[in-house]
């Protein structure tokens, strides 16, 4: 049977210190059938001729003049139109994958069923040193799946798909909603696309828990720079994309009712919290308040008084609480790590 063709697609912009890293990532693979396709937002560094000194025919480039954050759809659908593979995958110009990456990913859509899988990442410094690990979705398992309205659901309150560079989907799942989208924000592409593709998919998602993408941190990274901004905008990202779906699409999501109340209930939380690590704490009294009144999951009423709490007597109980919830997602994983496993459990990355 033939291996399905990957197409990698690496959007770059100003990455000459790590753009060669990347690729030799890619290079690396253990699963042979791949091409990588750099779209370059007209870099002014070395960039560019750092990817042209490679030889490989399976990489390539596509220069195209700066357009920034709010392009880059533009650019992420540039690569699409020239993809050869029917799975594509997300490797931006700063981050790296573990070499069995491709090999670990691919099998899993031979179920028919599965349109879109993901899993952990190892997180890097600027020099390649491991700070951490990510990942959204605690399994107790090698595998966790989600039906696509499950998915949609979960979106709406966090993006669970991350990190993107661990994220591969079927080519026919991006083609359905006419190729990555970029609803309601002016930062990011993930998103809005997957929102778009799990409203209009039927199938599962699956969580591999396995190291499948290496994240780089460095201090000019849009998530770091915009952190609250990025905050504030999921919001009203899950909103552009309900008011674009159709009634059937809206009500297999069940967007007027849980779905929409819990969605809206997590955007006030993230208001409120952005609001009290600011200092603004009249603002983030309102932002939990309106939280409260929708009267959603017990966990987020449970967290909305605590920020009112927070706001009343500025002190920032909400991050404490985070954290003690991290320290127990830690623990727990750690508990599952130790316990041994079927499949292909584990991390290649560190």
Aim: proline content about 3%; overall charge positive; some cysteine.
């Amino acid at each position: 049977m033939q291996r399905p063709l990957v197409t990698i697609i690496s959007p770059t912009y100003n990455q000459e210190r790590y753009v060669a890293s990347c690729a030799e990532s890619a290079l690396a693979q253990t699963y042979p059938e791949w091409e990588q396709i750099f779209v370059d937002d007209g870099s002014t560094d070395g960039t560019r001729e750092i990817l042209a000194s490679y030889r490989d025919p399976r990489l390539r480039v596509i220069a195209l003049p700066h357009g920034g954050l709010a392009a880059l759809h533009r650019s992420y659908n540039a690569a699409l139109a020239q993809a050869r593979g029917s799975l594509v995958a997300i490797l931006e110009g700063d981050d790296l994958w573990p070499a069995d990456k491709l090999a670990i990913q691919v099998p899993t859509f031979e179920d028919p069923e599965v349109f879109l899988t993901w899993g952990r990442a190892d997180l890097v410094d600027e020099r390649g040193q491991q700070v951490g690990r990510v990942a959204r979705v605690t399994a107790r398992e090698a595998r966790r799946r989600f039906r696509a309205e499950d998915a949609f659901q979960r979106l709406t309150r966090a993006n669970i798909l991350t990190p993107t560079v661990t994220v591969m989907l079927r080519r026919e799942a991006l083609d359905r909603v006419g190729g990555f989208r970029q609803s309601g924000s002016s930062m990011f592409v993930d998103l809005p696309t997957w929102l778009w593709v799990a409203a209009t998919q039927s199938g599962v998602v699956e969580f591999i828990d396995h190291c499948l993408g290496i994240y780089r941190v460095h201090g000019e990274q849009t998530s770091i720079l915009k952190r609250s901004a990025m905050t504030r905008e999921h919001y009203t990202v899950v909103q552009a994309v309900a008011s674009a779906l159709g009634n059937e699409a809206l009500a297999r999501v069940d967007w007027h009712g849980v779905t929409g109340r819990s969605a809206e209930s997590r955007a006030c939380l993230a208001d409120g919290e952005v609001a009290l690590e600011e200092g603004r704490y009249r603002e983030a009294r309102h932002a939990f308040l309106r939280g409260l009144r929708l009267k959603a999951a017990p966990s987020d009423v449970a967290m909305a008084a605590a920020g009112l709490v927070s706001a009343v007597l500025h002190v920032n109980l909400v991050r404490a609480a985070f954290m003690i919830r991290a320290g127990l997602q830690r623990w727990q994983q750690a508990g599952t790590t130790r316990r041994p496993q079927s499949g292909r459990g584990g991390s290649s990355c560190s």
